[in-house]
């Protein structure tokens, strides 16, 4: 007969394992929603009063910096590019001069403020690039559609996309945390934005494969609401992706809050609910398709595109990014938690 202990030593050998997010000494207490991993050593993270902090050793040492100018910005998104080499958006009323791009090329020590906008309306959401050259900003509506602006030349200077190449937003419609997490860009030219706001309505995915000089939109099988929609996503390939949300009111509500696509967004199917449950507003790529999604209520893992989730803890973050199985993750007052997976 089996001993108890013998029982017990049997089950730990066979439930997976995994290390717990570990903090790290950034040594401010901003606010971060913004973090971009360039590899597992070079990371920059985005913060309120105009603060960010940057590793080039992997978290061994953090640089911690204020923009000049800048404090009454909230760097919501931010693209890391090299060591050397990072951009910053600011999200806020552009009426209040809070809509701005900044740009470094010398690790934070000076910093290029490349665009700035006044036009009412004008609240950034989310940047990204698909190479050092090429990237792409988005506001919420103005007029009834995105504004979207594209970058060829590192983010130097910014050109609008015409509106005419936009489809019209439904009433309340929106992105939400204003994270960079509903802005994704793949390949060379795919690039896609996630909404909410809707009432009544579900969540939409709008889609361009020209680097946003055309979009399409399609329905997503979430709830959408005056504080619900989608929050977050990620693609694996040109063809596959996973989406995730909630209701940034009630963070910790169970329901749906996550939908895949097999066809680079043309249409969804809901996935079972993460574990935790609760509002999701980030994923991140591990190796082995592996899905990570950081949110309020705690962090979960998928190892079959989200068809089934093992919670990893109920620690809450509004961002994660990985590289190589090397994920930051971050949350209010000045936190900042690494972990590595195998």
């Given at each position: 007969?089996?001993?108890?202990?013998?029982?017990?030593?049997g089950?730990?050998?066979?439930?997976?394992?995994?290390?717990?997010?570990q903090?790290?000494?950034?040594?401010?207490?901003?606010?971060?929603r913004?973090?971009s991993?360039?590899?597992?050593?070079?990371?920059?993270?985005?913060?309120?009063?105009?603060?960010?902090?940057?590793?080039?050793?992997?978290?061994?040492?953090?640089?911690?910096?204020?923009?000049?100018?800048?404090?009454?910005?909230?760097?919501?998104?931010?693209?890391a590019?090299?060591a050397?080499?990072?951009?910053?958006?600011?999200?806020?009323?552009?009426?209040?001069?809070?809509?701005?791009?900044?740009?470094?090329?010398?690790?934070g020590?000076?910093?290029?403020?490349?665009?700035?906008?006044?036009?009412?309306?004008?609240?950034f959401?989310?940047m990204?690039?698909?190479?050092?050259?090429?990237?792409?900003?988005?506001?919420?509506?103005?007029?009834?559609?995105?504004?979207?602006l594209?970058?060829?030349?590192?983010?130097?200077?910014?050109?609008?996309?015409?509106?005419?190449?936009?489809?019209?937003?439904?009433?309340?419609?929106?992105?939400f945390?204003?994270?960079g997490?509903?802005?994704?860009?793949?390949?060379?030219?795919?690039?896609?934005?996630?909404?909410?706001?809707?009432?009544?309505g579900?969540?939409?995915?709008?889609?361009?494969?020209?680097?946003?000089?055309?979009w399409?939109v399609?329905?997503?099988?979430?709830?959408?609401g005056?504080?619900?929609?989608?929050?977050?996503m990620?693609?694996?390939?040109?063809?596959?992706?996973?989406?995730?949300?909630?209701?940034?009111?009630?963070?910790?509500?169970?329901g749906?809050?996550?939908?895949?696509?097999?066809?680079?967004?043309?249409?969804?199917?809901?996935l079972?609910?993460?574990?935790?449950?609760?509002l999701?507003?980030?994923?991140?790529?591990?190796?082995?398709?592996?899905?990570?999604?950081?949110?309020?209520?705690g962090?979960?893992?998928?190892?079959?595109?989200?068809?089934?989730?093992?919670?990893?803890?109920?620690?809450?973050?509004?961002?994660?990014?990985?590289?190589?199985?090397?994920?930051?993750?971050?949350g209010?007052?000045g936190?900042?938690?690494?972990?590595?997976?195998?």
């Amino acid at each position: 007969m089996k001993t108890l202990c013998s029982i017990l030593v049997g089950l730990l050998l066979i439930i997976p394992t995994f290390a717990q997010w570990q903090p790290q000494s950034v040594n401010t207490k901003a606010s971060f929603r913004a973090v971009s991993v360039a590899s597992p050593d070079v990371v920059w993270i985005g913060g309120t009063k105009g603060q960010f902090v940057c590793t080039t050793n992997g978290g061994q040492t953090w640089q911690t910096g204020t923009v000049p100018d800048a404090q009454d910005c909230d760097f919501r998104d931010v693209q890391a590019i090299d060591a050397q080499t990072a951009l910053l958006m600011s999200a806020g009323p552009a009426e209040k001069g809070q809509a701005r791009i900044y740009k470094t090329t010398n690790a934070g020590q000076t910093w290029q403020l490349v665009y700035q906008t006044n036009r009412t309306g004008i609240f950034f959401d989310g940047m990204d690039f698909w190479d050092a050259q090429h990237g792409i900003v988005f506001s919420d509506p103005v007029d009834g559609k995105w504004a979207v602006l594209t970058t060829d030349d590192g983010g130097k200077s910014w050109q609008p996309v015409p509106p005419g190449n936009l489809p019209m937003m439904q009433p309340g419609e929106a992105a939400f945390a204003a994270s960079g997490t509903s802005l994704v860009v793949q390949g060379k030219r795919n690039v896609w934005i996630a909404s909410g706001g809707m009432t009544g309505g579900t969540g939409r995915v709008f889609r361009s494969s020209d680097r946003g000089k055309s979009w399409f939109v399609s329905t997503v099988p979430l709830p959408a609401g005056e504080a619900t929609g989608l929050f977050g996503m990620q693609f694996f390939s040109a063809k596959a992706g996973v989406v995730v949300g909630g209701n940034y009111k009630e963070e910790k509500q169970p329901g749906p809050n996550a939908a895949i696509t097999r066809d680079g967004g043309r249409t969804w199917e809901r996935l079972t609910e993460t574990k935790p449950p609760g509002l999701k507003e980030a994923v991140a790529l591990l190796p082995g398709d592996r899905l990570l999604v950081v949110g309020p209520s705690g962090t979960a893992l998928s190892a079959d595109q989200g068809q089934t989730w093992q919670q990893l803890d109920s620690e809450g973050f509004h961002s994660v990014g990985c590289a190589k199985g090397t994920c930051y993750a971050v949350g209010a007052t000045g936190k900042v938690s690494k972990q590595v997976f195998k």
